[in-house]
């Protein structure tokens, strides 16, 4: 008879120790004493058997036997360690005073101990004396008896609480954001897709989006430091949670900067998330107490709800993103509903005001010029600097369509700094090959950098830095610019005139036009606006004659007035021979336009002056 396999004892003797097999080994098969033939095989088994016992009793990691009873019969002190406990403690007892039995996944493990499978490998929690939970990777392999039943597992525990914390942490560092410990961006598209999977049960057909941001956060930022305004983010976060999380069905995250997004998963309609967004802006109407400060904020919100299917999350964003642009170009803190018929168009505008700032220190701007003509000889007094952005996927875009959102965003003070540097560095170049002829450049000042930034000390620096005598330098404003918000000029005015800078009133005849006013002013020259030329373009013709004749005269006047008040006057926006004539019978100055040339790079300037060509 061969005897293989080892067998455990019934009942143990030992309490500290693994007896594996007893001094006097009865015949597992037949209960009688082992003959001679077997003594060699016991010999050889001791020798392991102590082996084992020795890497049980050591092992770094936790190991245990338990019987088909769910009985422990041996742990190890890495076991009981992990545990809390002593060795001799845990042996006899049942692994659900270690293991919630509600944890187990049972039936995998009674077919392990049915001997139906051979090991186990699973993430568990263990109950450590203390009453705190252990996590647990364990692997737990059937050990058979000679005829291949089942006698005992043996358990590998293997302690993976700090992984775990460590991976639950991370798992939710990478769902929240830090600052608002609101839901991030990753969450909430994760969220959104899952709504738009074809799986989704029935019911959760709509879906309802309202897209929020804070009115003039930034400048909350700049004044008060971006201390104060992540406080405020956090403030507004908490009422936003407070008030429109708590409700199945809902979403609150932080998209990021200070927009956030409310998410209705079960939308009832139009209606619904109407009332929603009512109720978002009358959220944020009490003023925020943030570090004895009392902040005022508002929220422009674009609100999207439409059926799951036929749509999809970038579809949803995107027209979501539209609608907030149009709540803020409308006058901010307001909610609108996304509407198909509005174009859009007024996406890209949104997505190019906030790839100014980036666009800049990438260098995709440029400057083109255009001559300024003196109408008496036709020849080129200076040059008008207009900005271009070479843009890497639209092309090249006319300033039209990003001055009003620089200026929104307050992008243009650096962007016009770029360009008055840029066109003072070209005019100097000019005067530096062409010395007698005193080209000047004109440059285009937006409001926002006369009254938002240090205009004065720009222009002075810059002037010094490209070595422009400042006789050379125009400086373009509008009528509506020059007047501040309380209806004074702004001081900056008369400190650049002092320099010795030319100032210009652009576009003139398209706001109020008061003459006399101006006169007043430390302006030097009149831009009659293109549009006021415009009806001398088609002057010549019958039908549009008697118009075209009132309009010269009224030009007529102005030129006449303009001169009497010191003031010179261009054209801007000519276009043709007559048009250039008759403004030149008018006793207008200087003209700008297709006619004479459109605008170009700076080398097209430098050609007309080497030719010493009239236009
Ligand atoms: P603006 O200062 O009145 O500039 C004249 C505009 O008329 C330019 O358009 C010019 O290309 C265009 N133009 C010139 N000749 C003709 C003509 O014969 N017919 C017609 N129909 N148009 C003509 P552009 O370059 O698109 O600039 C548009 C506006 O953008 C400018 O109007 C100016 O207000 C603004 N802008 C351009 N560059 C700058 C800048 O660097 N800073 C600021 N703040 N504004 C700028
Ligand atoms: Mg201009
Ligand atoms: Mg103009």
Known sequence: MRHEGLRPPRESRHTTGLALIPAELPCPACGGPIDGDTEHLV??????????????????????????????????????AMLGREVSELVRMHIHEIIDPEDTPRRIYRELVRGERERLRVEKRLKHRAGREVWSRVTLSLIRGEAGEPLYTLAMVEDVTEQRQLGDRLAYQALHDPLTRLPNRTLFFEQ???????????????????????????????????????????????????????????????????????????????????????????SLERP?????????????????????RGSTPTDLLRDADSTLYWSKADGRARWTLYDRDRGADQLTRHLLATALRPALERGEFTVEYQPLVGLSDGTVRGAEALVRWRHPRYGTLSPDR??????????????????????????????????????FVSVNLAARQIWDSDVVADVAQVLADTGLPARLLQLEITESAVLGPGGRPSQALQELADMGVRLAIDDFGTGYS????????????????????????????????????????????????????????TAEGIENAAQAERLRLTGCDTAQGWYFARPGDAELVAAILRERRAV
């Open 402 to 439: 990003f001055i009003p959102l620089a200026e929104e965003s307050g992008a243009i003070v650096p962007l016009g700094k770029w360009v008055l540097e840029e066109s003072c560095r070209q005019a100097r170049r000019w005067l530096t090959e062409f010395p007698d002829t005193e080209t």
């Open 192 to 282: 959104l897709d899952a709504l738009f999977q074809p799986s989704e049960p029935a019911g959760t057909d709509r879906v309802g989006l309202c897209y929020v941001d804070l009115d003039g956060f930034a400048a909350i930022n700049e004044t008060l430091g971006h201390h104060i305004g992540d406080q405020l983010l956090v403030a507004v976060a908490h009422r936003l949670e407070h008030g429109f999380a708590r409700q199945d069905g809902r979403l609150v995250a932080r998209l990021g900067g200070d927009e956030f997004a409310v998410l209705v998963t079960d939308s009832q309609g139009d209606d619904q998330l109407a009332g929603i967004a009512d109720a978002l802006i009358e």
């Open 514 to 569: 008061n003459l006399a006013y101006l006169s007043r002013l430390p302006v030097h020259v009149l831009k009659l606006d293109g549009t006021f030329i415009s009806a001398f373009r088609d002057g010549g013709k019958p039908l549009a004659g008697r118009r075209a004749g009132a309009d010269e005269q009224i030009v007529g006047a102005m030129v006449q007035l303009a001169h009497a008040l010191g003031l010179t006057v």
């Open 43 to 80: 010999a050889a088994l001791r020798a392991s058997e102590s082996r084992f016992r020795a890497a049980f009793a050591d092992a770094g990691i936790g190991m245990a036997l338990i019987d088909t009873d769910d009985r422990v019969i041996e742990a190890n002190p890495a076991f009981a």
């Open 288 to 308: 925020f107490e943030v570090a004895g400060h009392r902040l005022a904020v508002t929220a422009s919100i674009g609100v999207v709800e439409r059926p799951v």
